[in-house]
């Protein structure tokens, strides 16, 4: 595929953002009517509580001594001493145990469950919400397997708002915690994997790559079965490889993926990762390979009653009916990926339906109808730091459009604002775009050595890329 064609096609936007797996962590915790986290200070000051000595405490089972051990924190009673323990006490085997009794336990987990469902409908604020009330019951309680959950919850929520950085305060809070012995590596696996994700929405794919990798390596490493979570985790590795402009390892990571997804037999994993496949056989030239594989995620999409990704999916189509000479079919997919959009109120999504019309109506020399689409979709990104390519694409199509009216000073700034942006993205590819079109600003004005320098500096950057 050449430069031309791949700036040709309207920019796709990212399948299953908002369906990340729940992986189970534990839910071992505390009550805000503990006095302590500790299983040996709890057992004191209920046996305090209760007027008992450790003898009385101990009865016929235990000495006086292995009750002295475990309020010492020198041992930690079976699971069977600790219900016979509370017992004796007259109290909930899990509220010892864990420092949760039933009821509470079930009240928080029941507040998350419900939070981390609103997630998954897009309701993103009101998921929100409620994770910061259960964070507040949970914080009483002094269990870290809770706040992880709530913390990680939270964070994914809050990401998909744009609050991407306030999302990786949040999930670096749930990383430390993660570290203790109640945690398995797939906990942690987890973690490192919704932190990359959030860095490759900061455009930091570098380091996206290394936590996803560092994921992955847990995830293997765990023992336990975590197809789904290891499907996600390729799914967006692959994400980072196509920014990367390395397709080959891309689509390695999307065939894995997809292989998966199959065997676990997840329609939306499948969906998903279908969706990844397509975008990197477009990317590669692979254009009617793109089409079936983008179909296929569609059919699952509908099937899963996922408006917002079927959303996509016909923005995708939309580009790929560009790519094979169909303008009107492009137009009319985009036109009903962004009604989809409109009705799921999700701006992003509008504005790359808006963005991928702008490019169209480019290619059909309808400068107008380029310029205003254009500049709704920029309005729609604004503040959006968590979508950099669209903006910066955005501002190229803009620049262009204004370009081929004369209006040269204008077009300049669009081009110069695209390469700011892509700079951010520390991408070199997507700045010699930026670099290109300056190089045809530049010859337009008649400025030949400029538009020489502009040129070679992208022919030298697209040099260094892998295809």
Same mark, same amino acid.
């Given at each position: 595929?050449?430069?031309?064609?791949?700036?040709?096609?309207?920019?796709?936007?990212?399948?299953?953002?908002?369906?990340?797996?729940?992986?189970?962590?534990?839910?071992?915790?505390?009550?805000?009517?503990?006095?302590?986290?500790?299983?040996?200070?709890?057992?004191?000051?209920?046996?305090?509580?209760?007027?008992?000595?450790?003898?009385?405490?101990?009865?016929?089972?235990?000495?006086?001594?292995?009750?002295?051990?475990?309020?010492?924190?020198?041992?930690?009673?079976?699971?069977?001493?600790?219900?016979?323990?509370?017992?004796?006490?007259?109290?909930?085997?899990?509220?010892?145990?864990?420092?949760?009794?039933?009821?509470?336990?079930?009240?928080?987990?029941?507040?998350?469950?419900?939070?981390?469902?609103?997630?998954?409908?897009?309701?993103?604020?009101?998921?929100?919400?409620?994770?910061?009330?259960?964070?507040?019951?949970?914080?009483?309680?002094?269990?870290?397997?809770?706040?992880?959950?709530?913390?990680?919850?939270?964070?994914?929520?809050?990401?998909?708002?744009?609050?991407?950085?306030?999302?990786?305060?949040?999930?670096?809070?749930?990383?430390?915690?993660?570290?203790?012995?109640?945690?398995? @590596?797939?906990? $942690? +696996? &987890? *973690? #490192?994997?919704?932190?990359?994700? !959030? =860095?490759?929405?900061?455009?930091?794919?570098?380091? %996206?790559?290394?936590?996803?990798?560092?994921?992955?390596?847990?995830?293997?490493?765990?023992?336990?079965?975590? @197809?789904?979570? $290891? +499907? &996600? *985790? #390729?799914?967006?590795?692959?994400? !980072? =490889?196509?920014?990367?402009?390395?397709?080959?390892? %891309?689509?390695?990571?999307?065939?894995?993926?997809?292989?998966?997804?199959?065997?676990?037999?997840?329609?939306?994993?499948?969906?998903?990762?279908?969706?990844?496949?397509?975008?990197?056989?477009? =990317?590669?030239?692979?254009?009617?390979?793109?089409?079936?594989?983008?179909?296929?995620?569609?059919?699952?999409?509908?099937?899963?009653?996922?408006?917002?990704?079927?959303?996509?999916?016909?923005?995708?189509?939309?580009?790929?009916?560009?790519?094979?000479?169909?303008?009107?079919?492009?137009?009319?997919?985009?036109?009903?990926?962004?009604?989809?959009?409109?009705?799921?109120?999700?701006?992003?999504?509008?504005?790359?339906?808006?963005?991928?019309?702008?490019?169209?109506?480019?290619?059909?020399?309808?400068?107008?109808?380029?310029?205003?689409?254009?500049?709704?979709?920029?309005?729609?990104?604004?503040?959006?730091?968590?979508?950099?390519?669209?903006?910066?694409?955005?501002?190229?199509?803009?620049?262009?459009?204004?370009?081929?009216?004369?209006?040269?000073?204008?077009?300049?700034?669009?081009?110069?604002?695209?390469?700011?942006?892509?700079?951010?993205?520390?991408?070199?590819?997507?700045?010699?775009?930026?670099?290109?079109?300056?190089?045809?600003?530049?010859?337009?004005?008649?400025?030949?050595?400029?538009?020489?320098?502009?040129?070679?500096?992208?022919?030298?950057?697209?040099?260094?890329?892998?295809?």
């Amino acid at each position: 595929m050449t430069k031309t064609q791949m700036d040709a096609a309207p920019h796709r936007p990212e399948p299953g953002d908002d369906s990340l797996p729940v992986v189970a962590l534990a839910t071992t915790a505390t009550t805000p009517s503990a006095p302590t986290s500790r299983l040996g200070d709890r057992l004191r000051s209920l046996r305090l509580a209760a007027g008992l000595t450790q003898t009385e405490v101990a009865g016929d089972r235990f000495s006086k001594e292995y009750i002295s051990q475990i309020e010492r924190g020198k041992t930690r009673p079976t699971d069977d001493a600790i219900a016979w323990l509370a017992t004796r006490l007259d109290v909930d085997a899990a509220f010892l145990g864990g420092g949760v009794s039933t009821d509470v336990r079930g009240r928080i987990e029941a507040q998350l469950a419900r939070a981390e469902a609103l997630t998954a409908s897009h309701r993103y604020g009101e998921a929100v919400e409620l994770f910061v009330t259960a964070r507040r019951d949970i914080g009483a309680t002094g269990s870290a397997e809770l706040e992880v959950r709530a913390f990680s919850g939270e964070a994914w929520a809050r990401a998909q708002e744009g609050n991407v950085r306030e999302s990786v305060e949040l999930l670096q809070v749930a990383r430390e915690l993660a570290e203790g012995p109640q945690f398995s @590596d797939i906990d $942690r +696996a &987890d *973690i #490192l994997f919704r932190l990359g994700v !959030c =860095r490759y929405k900061l455009a930091s794919v570098a380091i %996206a790559v290394a936590l996803l990798d560092q994921a992955l390596a847990l995830a293997e490493a765990s023992g336990l079965p975590c @197809d789904l979570l $290891r +499907a &996600d *985790i #390729l799914g967006w590795r692959s994400r !980072c =490889r196509r920014r990367q402009r390395d397709f080959d390892a %891309a689509r390695e990571d999307v065939e894995a993926a997809l292989e998966l997804a199959r065997g676990i037999d997840d329609r939306r994993v499948v969906a998903n990762t279908y969706f990844q496949a397509s975008l990197v056989a477009e =990317r590669t030239g692979n254009w009617a390979t793109s089409r079936t594989y983008a179909e296929q995620a569609k059919a699952l999409y509908e099937e899963l009653d996922d408006e917002r990704n079927v959303g996509r999916l016909m923005l995708n189509l939309g580009g790929l009916h560009l790519l094979l000479g169909k303008p009107q079919e492009a137009i009319d997919h985009l036109r009903a990926s962004f009604a989809l959009a409109v009705e799921a109120e999700s701006k992003p999504d509008a504005a790359q339906a808006l963005g991928g019309l702008a490019t169209v109506h480019l290619q059909l020399a309808d400068y107008d109808a380029a310029d205003e689409n254009a500049r709704k979709a920029l309005a729609l990104l604004d503040g959006r730091e968590d979508f950099p390519d669209e903006v910066g694409q955005s501002h190229i199509v803009l620049g262009r459009a204004l370009l081929e009216r004369g209006r040269l000073d204008e077009a300049e700034k669009s081009f110069e604002a695209a390469d700011a942006v892509f700079e951010q993205m520390a991408s070199v590819g997507h700045r010699a775009g930026a670099w290109v079109a300056l190089g045809d600003l530049a010859s337009r004005r008649g400025d030949d050595g400029e538009a020489a320098r502009r040129y070679r500096s992208a022919a030298e950057a697209l040099q260094d890329i892998r295809f």
